[in-house]
């Protein structure tokens, strides 16, 4: 497989990168992205030693795709971004929060609707989207709410 993105350190960034991996003030994800670096270089200080990608990883105890990703944000944006775990880029919509809980419990402790004589989880779901309580909700979502607030449906 063809080498994607090739990692040529200068001194600076070389002295830069083994002070973080020496200092006991840095942290775990951190180290792991500057001995990577420092493992992937190929440029003349690196003392002629030229390191496969699956050997790093086997040696950091990461991905194949971990250290071409580490090596990707070095060569496009930087050793900053390189070192710096990769931000979310999924944001979470909705959250549940104890207003959610409490009009959970109480519809799960109304009448069950006509033709029923106890509510499911699947029901509940299904009534809190109906009602325009929130727009989606998964079955989980409801079981792990009532399981929370200790609401039995029997």
């Known amino acids: 497989m063809a080498i994607r ?22 942290n775990a994800p951190k180290f792991v992205h500057a001995r990577a670096l420092l493992l992937c270089d190929v440029g003349p200080q690196s003392e002629g030693q030229s390191r496969k990608v699956a050997e790093v990883a086997d040696a950091l ?5 971990t250290i071409e990703h580490i090596k990707e944000r070095f060569v496009e ?8 775990r990769k931000p979310l880029s ?30 499911t989880v699947r029901l509940l779901a299904d009534q809190l989207v109906e009602l325009k309580i929130i727009p989606t909700v998964s079955l ?5 709410s009532l399981k929370k607030t200790r609401c039995v449906l029997t």
Not at 5 to 26: A, F, G, N, P, W
């Open 90 to 119: 999924k944001q979470r919509d909705i959250t549940f929060d104890g207003a959610f809980d409490a009009r959970l419990t109480a519809l799960a402790c109304s009448k069950p609707p006509a033709g029923r004589t106890r509510w």
């Open 61 to 65: 105890g990461v991905s194949t795709r």
């Open 140 to 144: 989980m979502t409801v079981q792990r």
């Open 5 to 26: 993105y090739r990692i040529t350190l200068t001194e600076t960034e070389r002295q830069s990168l083994t002070t973080l991996t020496r200092s006991s003030k840095t």
């Open 77 to 84: 944006q930087g050793m900053e971004a390189a070192l710096e």
